[in-house]
């Protein structure tokens, strides 16, 4: 029999293996913190990701027969990073003059009706990446019955898009923590040229991985422990997540990142053979 204490290490073994492919010689990229009006005391400087903590509403679209479903949320981008060190808010700037963000649309393809243990395909996304100048605008974390959105304050600067979903998985795990790991194109506009000053012309993909415990989760099912639920509601027969505190980050390169997704994949795979044992 396979105890608690063992799958919560291998769950820790495969998210810190996740992490390490993705922040193993990460491609570089130049920011220009005072551009488009967002700054004027900052310094340019290089980093090689965005850290952030993730807010959607995922809720059921198929029709009894499909198990598709959509997500709809934002990305509060709180750091730039370099080498898995934080680079000083004094020199990037990010949360004192200006703010980075991100609001998508997702669709999902799942094997089953989304619960604990099972994970989904992502199948289509759009993503836009804001800055907020002035640090100002207001974000209304995802509830079972609300989107996860984002209050704008003044004008928005529009720095990149993304259209495209080149692979990705998404779910909830056995320990019924959320996860999600995603390769996509990614395309600058012009003020986003200006911020993301090298290389030049930017790197055409993005690659992000974000995760979360059960405690982040809310779900619109049984939540009567008495009767099977759990009390976050993630159990039974549930139509609406709401995920939030989905902490991760977001890297660029030229080229997809198959490894890490492949290696998240296989840990996912091990743990549900665990299960299947310990059942």
């Known amino acids: 029999m396979i105890s608690t204490k063992t799958l919560r290490s291998l769950t820790v073994g495969v998210v810190m293996t996740v992490a390490a492919a993705a922040a193993h010689a990460l491609p570089t990229f130049t920011v220009n913190p005072n551009s488009n009006g967002l700054a004027t005391q900052g310094s340019t400087f290089t980093a090689d990701a965005m850290n952030g903590v993730s807010s959607a509403r995922i809720s059921y679209t198929g029709n009894g027969s499909t198990f598709t479903y959509t997500g709809v949320g934002f990305i509060d981008y709180t750091a730039f990073s370099l080498n898995d060190t934080g680079i000083s808010a004094a020199i990037t700037r990010t949360n004192f003059d200006y703010g980075i963000y991100a609001t998508f649309t997702q669709t999902f393809t799942c094997g ?14 759009s993503l836009s ?22 209050t704008t304050v003044g004008n928005q600067v529009l720095l990149g898009t993304v259209n495209q979903v080149l692979a990705g998985t998404a779910g909830i795990n056995i ?4 996860f999600q790991n995603l390769n996509t194109d990614f395309a600058l ?4 040229k200006l911020f993301f000053v090298s290389p030049d012309p930017f790197y055409q993909f993005a690659f992000s991985a974000f995760n979360n415990t059960s405690q982040g989760l809310t779900c619109n099912g049984n939540t009567n422990p008495a009767t099977g639920g759990a009390a976050n509601g993630c159990a039974g027969a549930f ?3 709401a995920i939030n505190n989905e ?32 059942s």
Do not use: H, M, Q
Request: proline share 5%; aromatic share 6%; glycine share 14%.
């Open 112 to 125: 089953s009706f989304l619960a604990p243990g099972v994970s989904c395909s992502v199948s289509s996304i």
């Open 129 to 150: 990446l804001w800055a907020d100048p002035g640090n100002d605008n207001k974000y209304n974390k995802a509830t079972v019955n609300n989107d996860g959105t984002v």
């Open 175 to 178: 320990l019924g923590g959320a």
């Open 189 to 192: 506009t012009d003020a986003g």
């Open 239 to 241: 139509t609406a997540v």
């Open 247 to 278: 902490s991760g980050i977001t890297d660029f390169n030229n080229v997809p990142e198959p490894a890490s997704l492949a290696i998240f994949g296989i840990g996912l795979l091990g743990l549900v053979g665990l299960r299947r044992r310990k």
